[in-house]
């Protein structure tokens, strides 16, 4: 269509003629460029070494002031809730935690909540948290610090990290005694993983008054006491009092991460104190390699995207992201034999009450929220950083295809009545001697574009999304005998069937197809720019995995071979987000399980697939993870609008109207003849 809004923008221009003829390699030169582009990003050359931007922090400027009595309290309380753990095997020591913050002069408190499964046909259950405020000596209750430390019962499948509550108990017995506070510390014992934490955030920010009691899946309570607005936030999970190495876990929810001189106060700190540590630190005992620096940084890029893809986080921490505090874990994990790097086995906790001192007297110092470093970047090694401004540009580059294709396809198609009326009448304001050229034939009146048919199609593909999130929580389909994942994998079976259906049995009307190939790449491309703001990984390995097939799509049959049609059609059925689901996870339990026969792992790939599947949609009503509604309210459509341009036969435009062909990119009117 030459017309868009400048009536001297015309279909003739000799750019678009050639950008026309030359699409494909135009857009496969921009994929390239977004795929090199990202690769270069692990040169040091084109990343930046990390810093402390806000002053106010100042690590390391005092000395630390714990001492071996704070480690023979940690180790005094692991062997107290040792003997615990044998009387609560599945549940927690509510009643000793609570009397040991007593005991060290905290104000102490019980939160109660409780969970309404969606698909556990009405059962509830219920957790407790405990919880100590430290009130600031210096100041009124404005301002507070969460240090937190999950519990898992001994009967949990997941590593043992039981000494982190003694290790929390210890630095908030040393806390207590000094007098330098300048904000609430909060000391916090958490019990069912991640959803005794978000009960606690919730009950700490809102607590029952904006919820609805009869529809919530978590009723939060409220909590007895608060104390101010929470600066930062550090989660404490270790496996041993005598440690190998720290594990700095940043990734939030939804892709979220905390602001890096959070993490790079973190690792200061650590490093002051001697300890190894940092983002995937892996043991001493695997640290030896011989990959280059190039592989090494790309390797850790590529796995904090592949974290940060599907919106989990991966601790405790990640919950706090929501609120606009910032957090993370440290995840100390066990040294593999028992003797210290001293030789001392009574001083073995020292180092990491100090990270922890150290850290907490940092935090203490800050005159406002973080602020002035980075939110988004992605860690090339602990070091070493890039920025959103560095790493955006590869995926722009990569979603440009579908903005230049979508422009070239749309000025291929037909000029309307209307927009020739509107280009006689600006030829006839500037040269009325040329007017005579623009009449046309009468038939061109009949064409017009049907808009209306391709907005009810691509309304039709978003419903179906729709109902993705909607039907697997109706109460029709949760009173169904049948588990969690089966049901949730069957409704999306089920919608996904209809969308591949949905071509065979709706035909678009002429012109159709192209304006819906249109509108189908403007919609991709403004939705992959505007996953990629809000979670960078996520939208750069759709687009790295999508965009060839986005490409390969034609808008004439005549331009594609029978067998690059048919490998598109392919490549498509593959591209369902299903489909890619299981491929994931094959790969997964492949790489996991690599002894076991092909058969046993398709199958047990299988069964985690529907497993995904449920997790993600109850992820998303109890935490509020949006990746189960991106897939559904976005992916789906668009691969059902992607399903159709691959299957449907396209007709020339001379097959419905009366046209003469030119060379030029689109078909021209006819000339009058006397």
């Known amino acids: ?105 905290l104000e102490t408190h019980t939160h109660n909540y409780t969970l309404r499964y969606p698909f556990g046909g009405g059962k509830e259950y219920h957790g407790k948290n405990i919880y100590g405020i430290l009130r600031a000596p210096r100041i009124a209750s404005t301002e507070g610090i969460v240090f937190a430390a999950p519990y898992r019962a001994a ?84 496996q041993d009092l005598e440690i190998d190495h720290v594990d700095v876990r940043i990734e939030g929810l939804n892709g979220k991460l905390p602001n890096l001189d959070m993490f790079n106060l973190v690792q200061r700190i650590m490093a002051r104190e001697g300890i190894a540590s940092g983002y995937k630190q892996a043991p001493r005992k695997k640290r030896r390699h011989s990959q280059s620096a190039f592989e090494q940084n790309l390797r850790q890029m590529l796995t904090m995207l592949a974290s940060q893809s599907s919106g989990v986080p991966n601790g405790n921490h990640g919950l706090f992201h929501r609120y606009r505090i910032d957090s993370l874990t440290i995840a100390a994990n066990r040294r593999a034999t028992h003797a210290t790097l001293k030789g001392n086995p009574g001083s073995a906790a020292v180092p990491l009450l100090k990270a922890v001192e150290g850290i907490a007297r940092s935090l203490n110092n800050l005159l406002e929220r973080f602020h002035q470093s980075f939110f988004f970047y992605v860690l090339v090694n602990n070091d070493r950083y890039i920025s959103i401004g560095d790493y955006m540009p590869a995926l722009v580059a990569l979603v440009a295809c579908a903005f230049v294709k979508a422009y070239l396809t749309w000025s291929r198609l037909p000029v309307t009545n209307a927009e020739l009326e509107a280009v006689a009448g600006f030829v006839g304001e500037q040269e009325q001697d040329q007017q005579a050229e623009l009449e046309v034939d009468s038939e061109l009146d009949k064409f017009e574009l049907p808009y209306g048919s391709v907005l009810i199609y691509l309304t039709a593909t978003l419903l179906i999304g729709f109902l993705c999130n909607v039907l697997p929580l109706q109460q029709y389909f949760l009173e169904i005998p049948m588990g969690a994942a089966p049901l949730t994998t069957s409704v999306l079976s089920f919608l996904s069937l209809i969308g591949f259906i949905l071509p065979f049995v709706v035909v678009l009307p002429p012109g159709g197809l192209e304006l819906l190939h249109v509108a189908f790449l403007l919609i991709y491309g403004c939705a992959l720019i505007v996953i990629g703001l809000l979670n960078f990984a996520l939208g750069f390995f759709a687009a790295v995995l999508t965009v060839p097939l986005v490409i390969s799509l ?16 392919l490549a498509t059925l593959i591209m369902n987000p299903m489909m890619i689901i299981y491929v994931i996870v094959l790969a997964m339990t492949f790489y996991q399980f690599p002894e076991l026969p092909l058969q046993k792992i398709m199958l047990r790939a299988a069964t985690a697939a529907m497993d995904a599947s449920a997790y993600g949609l109850i992820d998303s009503v109890i935490y509020g993870n949006w990746l189960y509604f991106v897939i559904c309210t976005i992916f789906l459509p668009l691969w059902i609008i992607c399903w159709t341009l691959a299957l449907s036969k ?11 062909e030119s060379p030029s990119t689109s078909p021209q009117p006819k000339e009058k003849t006397n």
């Open 1 to 105: 269509m030459g017309l868009l809004s400048d009536p001297s923008i015309s279909t003739q221009s000799k750019l678009v003629d050639g950008l026309a003829r030359h699409v494909r390699k135009v857009c496969y030169t921009l994929y390239v460029a977004g795929v090199v582009w990202f690769f270069c990003l692990a040169m040091p050359e084109f990343n930046h070494g990390t810093y402390l931007s806000e002053n106010a922090l100042s690590p390391g400027l005092v000395y630390p002031e714990i001492r071996v009595d704070a480690n023979r309290l940690a180790i005094q309380l692991l062997e107290e809730l040792q003997r615990e753990r044998t009387d609560h095997l599945s549940t927690t020591p509510h009643a000793w935690i609570a009397a040991k913050m007593n005991e060290f002069g």
């Open 155 to 238: 009967s949990s499948v997941h590593a043992d990290i039981s000494a982190s509550v003694p290790l929390l108990l210890a630095f908030a017995d040393f806390a207590r005694r000094k007098n330098y506070w300048a904000k609430d510390l909060i000391f916090l014992v958490t019990e069912q993983e991640q959803l005794g934490m978000q009960a606690w955030l919730e009950a700490y920010h809102d607590g029952d008054r904006d919820v609805d009691v009869s529809k919530a899946y978590l009723r939060p309570g409220n909590l007895p006491a608060r104390a101010g607005s929470l600066q930062a936030a550090l989660n404490i999970e270790v």
């Open 554 to 569: 034609e808008t004439k049959e005549e331009n594609t071979r029978s067998t690059l049609r048919n490998s598109i059609r």
């Open 650 to 660: 396209r007709r020339d435009y001379a097959d419905y109207l009366d046209f003469d």
